[in-house]
Structure formats: structure tokens, C-alpha cells
């Protein structure tokens, strides 16, 4: 058994729940696993509880709340406080365990319609829910996960520094695939969140999915220390640490092989030097798109 290392997340978005696949990661060192209300179609807090409810104990559980089932089979968003209570109470209930994270899961899909001052309200609204069930026990800490953060930053900003409750963790996009327009929106609202670079979780690394031509193109070896051997899937993984520099990653696998590759992947180096001057080709680039 593996050392435990709180760096790599589990995320059970594309997952088939496998109680070997949880065994795997335990013995891998790996501590935190990562859910959500409407995963494996609003069943996922309940499979985890049947089929493994005697490993619950040993991980951290992080998961979210804000898509709701909709009419016709279809999921929906909401940030209405008492469905997200309801949600965190049938949460916990559920999993026959409180949380230890609860995320607002995709706020900005509820905030689009909205003017600046009522997207900050509904914002602080749903982020109240989360803070006050925190004192109420239903989970031991919240944040906040966004997949296109500019909303969120803008409603954040609008209601000022001292009109919302303040996140424990901020998850966001992570990893080489992330455009330059949103690593720099997703450093912003972590500092306007006050949220630690500890306290980031970087999630998706592979953009859900490493069949994709591009990893077979992509060219890594600039951003990597140059001493070490790695594959492509091994480099891109460990990069999501630093682009932007976060203290987690939240990826998904169905293959403890792949989990094990991921964990190796930890003792890579990158050559810090030029990952940043990546991210700042990034920035140019996106600079004279606009201008
Ligand atoms: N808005 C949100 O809140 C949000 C959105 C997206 C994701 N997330 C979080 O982030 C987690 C990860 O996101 P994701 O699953 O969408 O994307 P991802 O982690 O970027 O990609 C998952 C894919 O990578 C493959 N993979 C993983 N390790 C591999 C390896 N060593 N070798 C080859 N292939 C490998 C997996 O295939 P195999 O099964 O074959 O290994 C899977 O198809 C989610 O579960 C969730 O926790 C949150």
C-alpha cells in the first residue's frame, strides 16, 4: 500500500462506480473522491452508500449540488435555496455520512440571464445555503466548482468582499488544455475568493477524455524536467498542477492501471521556467486574438 497522498481527487463523473476501482485507490494512497447530486443519473450518492458504504470512512468525500431532475428525464440547474437545502440534506442522508466537501456545482449556469446586482444576489444566496449547512453539520466545508468561471467572477465582483459567504475550495478546469481567457478569469476569482492555492482543485486534466487526437500530437517535453521518462498522459497530469498552480487535481478513471500511472505521475518534474513562459505565449496569443 501507497503512502497517502491527498493530491490526487477520484472524480466519479465518468465513473462506473466499481467497488475494485475505490479498493485500487486506497491502495494507491489515494484519499479523496469526488461526486456530485446528478452523477450515474442522480444515483451516485446512493451506489456508493450500497456497494460501498464500508469504505466510505476511509476517503474524503467532496460533492456538489445544483442540477436537479428535470421533466422529461433531463437534468436542470438551480440555485434556489431550498431545493440546494433539500439537495444537502437527501446528500447526507444518502450517503449515510456527512460530506466533507459540498460544492455550488456550475453556478454560472444559473446566472447567465441575469443583471450584475441580481446575479451577485443569487450568488450569495445559494453560497449562504452552503455556509449555513456547514453549521448545521450537513457537510464539514464548502466551495465552489465552476467550468466557465467569467459569470461567477463578474457576480463575485459585483457583490464585493463582504457580501459573500467565503468557500473553503475553489474547483476549476486545470492542465494545458485550458485557455489562456480562462486561467487568468479562474486566478482572479480564487483572489477575489481569497482562496489559497492549496485550497484550488484543478479538475478534468484531460479534457474527459485521452482518445482525443490530441494527445497523440501534443508535444510536452519543453514543459517537463529534461532527466525523466514519461508518457504523454504522465506529463499532461502532472502539468494540471501547474497550470494554474492548484493543491489538487479531481480525475477520472474506470482503470486502476491508468490510477496508478496517474499516481507515479506525482514524482515528475516540470521545468517551472518554461510553463511559465508558456502560460505567457498563451496570454500573448489570446492578447492579439482580441486586439
Ligand atoms: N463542473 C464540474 O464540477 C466538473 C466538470 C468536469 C469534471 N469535474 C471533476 O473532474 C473529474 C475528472 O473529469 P473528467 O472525467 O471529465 O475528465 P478527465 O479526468 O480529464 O478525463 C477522464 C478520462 O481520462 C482517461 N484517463 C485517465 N487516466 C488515464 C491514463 N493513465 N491513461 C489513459 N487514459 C486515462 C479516462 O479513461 P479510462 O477510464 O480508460 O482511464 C477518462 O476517459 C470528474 O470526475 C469530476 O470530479 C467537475
Request: with cysteine.
Amino acid at each position: 500500500m501507497r503512502r497517502s497522498d491527498t493530491r490526487v481527487v477520484l472524480g466519479l463523473h465518468r465513473s462506473r462506480h466499481d467497488r475494485g476501482l475505490l479498493e485500487s485507490a486506497l491502495d494507491l494512497g489515494i484519499r479523496n473522491i469526488d461526486t456530485a447530486f446528478n452523477y450515474a443519473g442522480f444515483r451516485s450518492h446512493a451506489i456508493l452508500a450500497r456497494t460501498a458504504g464500508d469504505l466510505l470512512p476511509h476517503f474524503s468525500v467532496s460533492t456538489k449540488v445544483g442540477f436537479f431532475p428535470g421533466a422529461e428525464g433531463r437534468s436542470e440547474h438551480s440555485l434556489e435555496p431550498a431545493r440546494l437545502r433539500e439537495a444537502l440534506e437527501t446528500t447526507a442522508a444518502t450517503l449515510g455520512r456527512v460530506p466533507d466537501v459540498v460544492l455550488l456545482h456550475n453556478p454560472e449556469r444559473s446566472l447567465g440571464d441575469l443583471e450584475p446586482a441580481a446575479a451577485a444576489d443569487r450568488l450569495a444566496a445559494a453560497a449562504g445555503v452552503l455556509a449555513d449547512a456547514a453549521h448545521a453539520d450537513l457537510c464539514r466545508s464548502w466551495g465552489i466548482s465552476t467550468w466557465n468561471p467569467q459569470l461567477v467572477l463578474a457576480a463575485v465582483t459585483a457583490v464585493g468582499p463582504s457580501g459573500l459567504a467565503r468557500p473553503c475550495c475553489l474547483m476549476h478546469r486545470a492542465g494545458i488544455l485550458v485557455p489562456a481567457r480562462v486561467l487568468d478569469i479562474i486566478d482572479n476569482l480564487a483572489r477575489a475568493l481569497e482562496v489559497t492555492t492549496a485550497r484550488r482543485w484543478g479538475m478534468s486534466p484531460f479534457g474527459g477524455d485521452t482518445a482525443d487526437g490530441i494527445w497523440r500530437t501534443v508535444a510536452l517535453q519543453p514543459l517537463m524536467a529534461a532527466d525523466e521518462e514519461w508518457s504523454t498522459v504522465a506529463a499532461a497530469f502532472r502539468l494540471a498542477f501547474a497550470l494554474p498552480p492548484v493543491g489538487r487535481v479531481a480525475v477520472g478513471t474506470n482503470r486502476p492501471e491508468h490510477l496508478g500511472e496517474l499516481v507515479r505521475a506525482l514524482d515528475l518534474r516540470v521545468d517551472d521556467r518554461n510553463v511559465s513562459r508558456f502560460r505567457d505565449m498563451l496570454a500573448q496569443r489570446q492578447a492579439r486574438a482580441v486586439g
